[in-house]
């Protein structure tokens, strides 16, 4: 079985250490924002066997550029697969009480 390469973007990383300054910072709770972490990267490192097996978002332009989720905690987690290169690009994680097409709205495609 081919295994696939998880590759971070940026804006992929941003929201991963908002998310955990919130947790920690406002909050007041490190440990859980460590967990969720955790917790996050877990799922998402189970993209490197199989990503495909998650079928793309529905709504457009997302769909036709083959973006899918998965869910990972209470947060969202967009990925693109590049089977070319074998690679996952993991382009946001979103809180799921957000409006996601609004989130998305502002996803670099490109």
């Known amino acids: 079985m081919n295994s696939y390469e998880i590759i971070m973007t940026p804006d992929a990383t941003t929201d991963l250490v908002e998310l955990r300054d919130d947790i920690a910072d406002v909050l007041l709770v490190p440990d859980t924002a460590l967990s969720y972490i955790r917790a996050i ?4 490192s189970k993209l490197s066997e199989m990503p495909g097996r998650i ?3 529905d ?3 997302w769909h036709s550029r083959g973006i899918r989720e998965i869910m990972a905690k209470n947060f969202y987690v967009y990925y693109r697969i590049d ?3 074998k690679r996952v690009y993991i382009m946001n994680v979103i ?3 957000r409006d996601q097409l609004r989130q998305l709205a502002n996803m670099k495609l490109d």
């Open 41 to 44: 990267r877990k799922e998402i």
């Open 55 to 57: 079928k793309p978002v």
């Open 59 to 61: 709504d457009e332009p």
């Open 83 to 85: 089977e070319e290169t």
């Open 95 to 97: 809180y799921n009480k």
